[in-house]
């Protein structure tokens, strides 16, 4: 049972005004989004939310969260701030309903991911799509369904101290770092550090006695289960020489991967619907810690097994003309330009090309990490990119013969050199970061080449 404006009203301090029994279904913060009968939450997010209300009313909202009382026929909540009222929602609600096991991921690369093959992995509820930070968790959490057997959170952050509020809206029982990268390396004056601290807020976090899991590789996760605030969790390093790890990986093509997953006192086979090592990485991590905290290894297994890749986030396709085009348009960093890189190359057919969009937010080294993405690229054995956006010369520069650099798509799409000549039966990478919408390089190849 949801919540009703009346419960809402004491739980979040809020004066009521009209009927106290609607059960909204779920809250809307943009009314291009919001479905009739839900709770429009105005809020003052670069433009006041309060001047949308009445459109919202209009499109069906069946009652507002405002700071001041409108002139509208439906009921109001009002508070003295509309954003720490949401956080408050969202807060009351996991407390009400919350389940045996709460878990929280985060990491530069892979969180989502990771979030559902845990979710998979422990049967349990999830943060559906990005909703991953102060404003988008909140929304999720309002309206979580009771009698779950996990809440899987994605905790993002471009900023210091968004992970710690996050934590403190939900307190995770439980623990993910992927992998500590150079995401919004700009907004980090002490580089990696200050990224490894930011992400570090999730383990700070974590109620008494949780446990959390990172890659036995990544330095920055050895520092943060060395840092005095994280000393009271337990870190588990998964890979190889730790007591968790994973072995005999074997690509099963377009189906996906086959690994085992090794554990202190038995191996677990495990198939993948995804593609690629950096997959079997973050199946690993989401299976330790859904064994951690006590989920039976058969359904854990199996719910791997289940997870099937979304659009942008490794869906493959099959082209008419032979290849195969990897989307990982969704967004991007070096680190996982180069995983999906590995990815595509495990894939028999033509030769392996990338159309990439730029990677944003990395600061005063923006085009020397260019540079060295686009070497990265040349080594692992791409023969062509098409790259667009600010920094695609450097990262052309980086990868030598073979890569054309466009300032923006339209250019890239419209010149005789961009997407027309790449040739029929290669196999294609796309990806690029969110501000460079690489979804449309998808959408035109599959449109100009078809699929099979």
């Not at 086979?269 to 690993?284: E, F, K, M, W, Y």
């Not at 339209?410 to 997407?419: C, F, V």
Request: negative net charge; glycine residues 12%; contains cysteine.
């Amino acid at each position: 049972m949801l919540f009703d404006l009346q419960q809402v009203a004491s739980l979040i301090h809020a004066e009521l005004r009209g009927d106290g029994s609607i059960f909204p279904p779920a809250l809307s913060l943009d009314t291009r989004t919001l479905q009739p009968g839900e709770c429009f939450v105005a809020l003052h997010a670069g433009r006041d939310g309060h001047a949308y209300a009445a459109k919202a009313v209009e499109q069906g909202a069946a009652c507002l969260l405002v700071d001041h009382f409108l002139n509208l026929p439906v009921p109001q909540l009002r508070v003295p701030d509309t954003l720490a009222a949401l956080q408050a929602w969202g807060q009351a609600r996991l407390k009400a309903v919350r389940p045996h096991a709460v878990f929280g991921v985060t990491g530069s690369v892979g969180k989502t991911s990771t979030k559902d093959l845990l979710a998979a992995a422990t049967g349990g509820w999830k943060t559906p799509g990005n909703r991953n930070n102060t404003l988008g968790m909140p929304q999720a959490l309002a309206t979580m369904p009771l009698g779950e057997s996990a809440a899987v959170l994605e905790m993002g952050m471009s900023t210091p101290g968004e992970i710690k509020r996050l934590t403190e809206i939900a307190p995770p029982d439980f623990g993910v770092i992927t992998l500590i990268g150079s995401s919004h390396m700009e907004n980090f004056p002490d580089g990696e550090q200050g990224i490894a601290r930011a992400k570090g807020e999730l383990i700070a976090g974590l109620r008494m006695g949780g446990a959390w899991v990172h890659l036995a590789t990544d330095p920055w996760c050895r520092w943060i289960s060395e840092q005095p605030w994280a000393a009271r969790e337990m870190a588990v390093p998964v890979g190889n020489g730790e007591e968790f790890g994973w072995q005999n990986i074997e690509s099963l093509g377009p189906r996906g991967e086959r690994f085992i997953l090794r554990c202190p006192e038995y191996d677990l086979p495990i198939d993948l619907r995804l593609r690629g090592a950096h997959q079997v990485r973050n199946a690993s991590l989401a299976a330790v810690i859904a064994l951690l905290a006590g989920f039976d290894r058969e359904q854990v297994a199996a719910g791997l097994g289940s997870v099937e890749p979304e659009s942008g986030r490794g869906r493959l396709h099959a082209m008419a003309a032979g290849g195969w085009l990897l989307d990982e348009s969704y967004n991007a960093s070096g680190d996982s330009m180069l995983a999906c890189t590995e990815s595509l190359l495990e894939l028999k057919g033509g030769e392996p090309m990338a159309v990439l969009g730029c990677i944003r937010e990395l600061g005063e080294n923006a085009e020397r990490m260019h540079r060295e993405v686009g070497e990265g690229l040349r080594a692992r054995g791409l023969k062509r990119i098409w790259i667009y956006g600010d920094f695609a010369p450097a990262m052309a520069a980086g990868f030598g013969t073979g890569a054309l650099a466009f300032p923006d798509f339209d250019t890239m799409r419209d010149d005789p050199s961009g997407l027309g000549a790449i040739p029929d039966g290669s196999n294609i990478l796309v990806k690029g970061s969110r501000y460079w919408t690489s979804e449309q390089a998808v959408a035109w190849l599959l449109d100009h080449k078809g699929t099979s």
